[in-house]
């Protein structure tokens, strides 16, 4: 026990050491960088609460500390189990729906690295070698003796009219995240429900999480394609439809296509969407269990079990269009007392417009508002060279001249004696015609920086056939640009590139290609031309509520002829792919 206290003692020492080089550091308005992280859970007979103390807010959390380190920080000495009273009474205190104090206990301290957190999300990252801030961790535990109705949490100070310290905190009930990561500045009231965790919540509407609703709905509006998207509980389905989930607490992985299943052939033919004031049918494209985040979603790949109350479906419905739509709406039909509204969305290019949907106003409509929508159009990329007999017989005449008019003028020009005007004129005319006419004449037809603009004008137009979701008009557009040899390996391997695994296989629609670096030289006795390209492409897709984003690094070997009057890729070998 003395091993283990001189030990914990040593470690408190050097995080002590470190508070004044700490307290001048600037203020992270960021709840998951706060100095103190409290992180909170909710069990059927207790609350543990988790502490990371940071070196700046050792003073408010004082009596929590060994005797040895409260007296090192000047302190008279006091019992440490009179001050554990004291701080479980009055420094961090969790109250019941009466608002008497829980008694708590002390079951853990001990030195720690702080635990390295996503600056959004708050989630965990990992540590580099080296990195790391000391801080003290604390597990203390709040007897409840069943299951209140309310929870009261109030941080150090709070009581007594200041907050003396800094602390950013995240409650769970039953492993769900009640709150997205914020600030415990005054005593904060949590309502508890216990038959199904999803629905507690703070009082406090600033607290509430932001995926906090069980069923949410989006439309997303593009060219050639409408997408309804809703994301959903299974268990609050159950509510409309027997699932089999009733006193479930897990859906398997081996239940979990089944219930797909059922879920689709439920949702297929409600909530109806019309299109320019007409009813349509689509199709389901994905059904997918996801995760979801302040910064992200994505899908459960490989499958897992999970846990019926945070268990999170989306199911894709997809509404071929011509063009670009002029009206789409969908009426949304699925309200009880538990679901009184459901937050939506419509989304185009401009962005997206949010809603929340009632029974009094169940209709999320979206209108063509748009000035100058994105249409998908391939770019015009410079023709090869033609008459290409001219451009030699240009070629040649300015070489003879060349040569005639320095057999005739050389031997005087050597003596410094110069020829007339008209002479120098011709000389500088012949070499202005070989200069233009020569690389035309050898097939080129471009100098690299013009060739660099060809292959630009080619990236962007294989992406932007992938605009089409019909497979054939992508295959028609791609054919523009890609010789039929190599038109099925650029169709597959662009697809592959455009598809984010993450989201299901949810396409990227390609906003910007840059390349970066870049070189050309001429193939098949200047017929054509070769190019080692390195580029950037970034790409968008919305889905599940959110604007997935994407930017590929690529280097490439490229091989470009002219046929049928026009440039085309005959070759491509990719060389190196990254995310970046």
């Known amino acids: 026990m003395r091993t283990l206290r001189r030990s914990v003692l040593l470690g408190f020492a050097g995080l002590l050491a470190a508070t004044a080089v700490l307290s001048d550091a600037l203020v992270i308005t960021r709840a998951m960088l706060a100095s103190t992280i409290a992180e909170i859970f909710v069990e059927e007979d207790s609350v543990v609460v988790e502490l990371e103390i940071g070196a700046q807010d050792l003073q408010a959390f004082r009596n929590l500390l060994p005797d040895q380190l409260y007296e090192r920080m000047g302190y008279e000495p006091e019992p440490w189990i009179d001050r554990l009273q004291r701080f479980v009474a009055e420094d961090f205190l969790v109250a019941d729906e009466r608002g008497r104090p829980l008694f708590g206990y002390l079951r853990e301290i001990e030195p720690r690295t702080r635990i390295k957190r996503d600056e959004v999300t708050g989630e965990p990252l990992p540590l580099e070698p080296g990195e790391g801030e000391p801080v003290v961790f604390a597990r203390v535990v709040y007897p409840t003796g069943g299951r209140p109705a309310k929870l009261s949490f109030s941080p150090p100070g709070s009581s007594r009219g200041a907050t003396t310290a800094n602390v950013g905190f995240v409650t769970y009930h039953h492993t769900l995240p009640i709150n997205d990561f914020r600030y415990l500045g005054v005593e904060e009231t949590l309502e508890l429900d216990w038959e199904d965790p999803w629905f507690s919540e703070f009082e406090n509407r600033n607290l509430r999480r932001q995926f906090f609703a069980p069923i949410s709905a ?249 605009d089409y979701r019909d497979e054939g008009q992508i295959y028609d557009m791609l054919e523009r640009s890609v010789t039929g040899d190599l038109l099925t390996d650029i169709y597959l391997e662009t697809r592959r590139s455009l598809e984010l695994a993450n989201q299901g296989g949810a396409r990227a629609k390609v906003k910007e290609v840059e390349i970066l670096d870049s070189e050309f030289r001429s193939v098949d006795g200047g017929a054509g031309f070769e190019t080692r390209l390195v580029w950037n492409v970034m790409g968008s897709v919305g889905h599940w509520g959110h604007i997935h984003r994407r930017t590929n690094q690529y280097e490439a070997r490229f091989v470009v002829r002219a046929a049928d009057g026009v440039w085309k890729i005959t070759d491509m070998e990719l060389l190196q792919e990254q995310r970046l």
Do not use: C
């Open 218 to 466: 989006f439309l997303y509006v593009e060219p050639y394609e409408v997408r309804k998207e809703i994301v959903l509980r299974p268990k609050d389905l159950q509510q409309w439809v027997d699932l089999g989930l009733t006193g479930r607490d897990t859906i398997r992985v081996e239940e979990q296509e089944e219930l797909k299943r059922q879920i689709v052939e439920f949702l297929r033919d409600r909530n109806p969407l019309t299109i320019d004031g007409v009813p349509v049918e689509g199709y389901v494209d994905r059904v997918h269990f996801i995760y979801r985040n302040i910064r992200t979603s994505g899908v459960i790949d490989p499958p897992e079990d999970l846990d019926i109350i945070s268990a999170t479906l989306g199911v894709i419905f997809t509404y071929p269009v011509d063009g670009l739509p002029d009206s789409v709406a969908m009426t949304w039909e699925l309200f009880n007392e538990r679901i009184p509204m459901v937050p939506s969305s419509a989304t185009d290019e401009a962005g997206s417009l949010p809603y929340i949907l009632s029974p009094g106003d169940d209709v999320l409509q979206w209108h063509n508002f748009l000035t100058n929508p994105t249409l998908p159009t391939l770019v015009e990329v410079a023709a090869p060279p033609r008459f290409r007999l001219l451009y030699a017989a240009g070629a040649l005449m300015g070489l003879i001249g060349l040569v005639v008019l320095v057999m005739r003028h050389g031997k005087d020009v050597l003596r410094r004696q110069w020829p007339p005007r008209r002479t120098w004129a011709a000389f500088a005319a012949s070499i202005v015609l070989v200069a233009l006419a020569l690389p035309r004449a050898l097939g080129l037809g471009v100098a690299s920086g013009q060739a660099e603009n060809v292959m630009d004008g080619l990236l962007r137009n294989v992406y932007l056939a992938f």
